[in-house]
C-alpha cells in the first residue's frame, strides 16, 4: 500500500524533530537523498566527474536542501552553480556549497541537471518561475515548486520536472491532478518522520495491497455463494454497452451474471458470452448490482435502476444511470415518485429530501463532466464545480461528493480518485492514454460490479468497503489497460482479454 500526505500533514510530523534540534540532521537526510538522486540522473547519461549541475535556490529550506545536496554533488567532482531567487539563502546550506567550491551566478548557466528548489512545502498562493524551464533534466527537490503539496493544483507556467525527490513521506499533490504530470518518476527520501506521520490523507493499491483485496479461487465455492452480479446495461441503441460491461464482469470473476435488458440486448450479450443468463426485469438473487452503461433514457431499464437502488445492495452506477439520477434530482419535486418509476421515485426523493443516501454500498462511477452535471443538480447546490475544477481538483471534488449525497465515488480521469462519505480515499493513477477510448468505463463498471458481488459478503472473499473494491477495479482496469497497451492502440471490446491476465498477474 502505498500511503500519501498533505503538506501541512509532513510539516507537522516534522515539529516534533524540530523541537529536539534535529533540523539539521532532517536536512542532511533529505539533501543527501537528493544529492544521489541526481549522481544517478549524471550516471544515467555518462561520467559524472566534470558534469554541470545548476539549482534555482530559493530563501527557504527547500532551498536549503538543494544547497547540501550541490555541496555534496561538488565534491564529485561536478562543477555546481546556483541561482537565488530571493536574493537570500539558507545561510549554512550556502556555506556549505560555497565551501564545496560551489559558485553562485546571476543567471543559470547551462548544466546537464537542473535542480528545482525555489519553493517546497511552504508555498502558498500565486508562483511564476523566475525562469523559463531549461532543456535539462530537471530533478525537482521534494516537489516541483509551485505545486501544491495539498491539491496537486499548479499554475500553468510550473517546471515539468523529470524526476521528484520527495522527503518524509509522499505528498498528495504528486499524485493527483497536475502535480502527477508535472513531477515525472517520483522517489521518496525516509529521513526519520515514520513514527510521527499520522493516517494518510490518501492511499493507492499497489500491486501486493491490490492481490490481498483480491479472492482467492476457494474449494467451497458454488456459483451462488461466490456472488452473482446483476446487470442492468443496453438499449436499443446502445447495446454495445452491455456486451462489454458484461464481459468485464466475467473476464473479473463472477459466480453468474443476470443481465436485464431488452430482447435484442440480451441476445446480442447471449451470442458473445453464453454463459450469461438474463430478463426483461430484474428477477432472481444477486448479491450486487451494476447500473447504467447504455441504458439511455429506456423506460425499463429506468425502472430496474429503481430496483437495484431500492434493494439496498452494493451497486455501481455509471453512465446513463447517473444521468437518471442526476435528472431525477434536478426535477420538480412533485413529480418524484411518479407512477411510471415508484420505485426510482421513492429512493431518489429520499436522497433529495435527507440530503443522503444509504451510504457507502452505493458507488458513483463519474468522469468529470458526470460529476458536474451531478453536483449541480444536486440539492440545486449554488457552489457546484465545473468540469474544469474537477478536473483540477479531482480529489477534493471526489471527496466533496462523496459527503455531500453520501455516497462512495470513483471518479476517472488519468488518475482514478476513489471517495468514501467519512472523507476515505484512494487515488489509482497507472492506466495508460489508450483507456480513453469509448467503452472502456462500461469495461470498469463491469469489472467493478463482479469485485461488489464476490468481495462484499461472507460468501465472497470477506468484507472489503466499497471504497477499497473501486480501487481495486480502477487498479486492474488500469493493468488490463497498460497489458493490452503492449500490442498497440485497442478498442475496448479487446480490454477484457488483458483484465483476465491483470487479474491473474495479481491472484498470481
Ligand atoms: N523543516 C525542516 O527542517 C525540513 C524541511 N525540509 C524542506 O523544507 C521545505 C519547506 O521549507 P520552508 O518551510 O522553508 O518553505 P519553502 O522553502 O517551501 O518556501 C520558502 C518560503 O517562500 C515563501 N513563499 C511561500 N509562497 C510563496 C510564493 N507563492 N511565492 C514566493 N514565495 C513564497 C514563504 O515565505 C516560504 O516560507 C520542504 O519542502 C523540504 O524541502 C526538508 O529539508 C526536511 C527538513
Ligand atoms: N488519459 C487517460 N489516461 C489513463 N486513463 C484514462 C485517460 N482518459 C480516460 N481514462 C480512463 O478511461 C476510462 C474512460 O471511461 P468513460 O469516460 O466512462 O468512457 P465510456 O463512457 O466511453 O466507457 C476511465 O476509466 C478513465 O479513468
Ligand atoms: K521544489
Redesign the pocket.
Known sequence: MVSAYT?SQ??AA?RP??DRG???A??A???HGLALAVLRELERTGAVYGRRVAGVV?????????LFALAEIARRGVRTTAVLT?GTA?PDGLAAFTAAGGRVTEELEPADVVID???????????RPPLPRPAATVVA???P??VD?DTGTAGAAVWRADVTVT??ALKTGLLVGRGRELSGTVEVVD?GLGPHLPEPDVRSLDDAAAAALLPRPRDDWQKYSRGVLGLVAGSPDFPGAAVLSAAGALATGVGMVRIVAPDEVRNLVLAAHPEVVGSLEPRGRVQAWAVGPGIADDGGQRRALGVALGSGLPTVVDASGLEALGEFLAADPRSRGSAAEPRLGEVLARIAEEGTVAGEHLVLTPHAGELESLLANFNSASDAPSRDSIESQPLHWAREAARRIGVTVLLKGPATVCAAPDGTAYVQGSGHPYLATAGSGDTLTGILGALLATGTHAGGHGSARPVELAALAACIHQRAGRLAAKGGPYGAGELAQAVREAVALFAA
Open positions: 503538506g509532513v510539516r516534522e524533530l524540530l534535529e533540523g539539521a532532517l536536512m537526510r533529505a539533501a530559493g530563501k527557504g529550506n527547500n532551498g536549503g536542501d538543494a530571493g539558507h528548489a525555489v519553493l517546497g512545502t511552504g508555498f502558498a498562493g500565486e508562483f527537490c521534494d516537489l515548486s509551485g503539496a522527503f518524509g529521513i
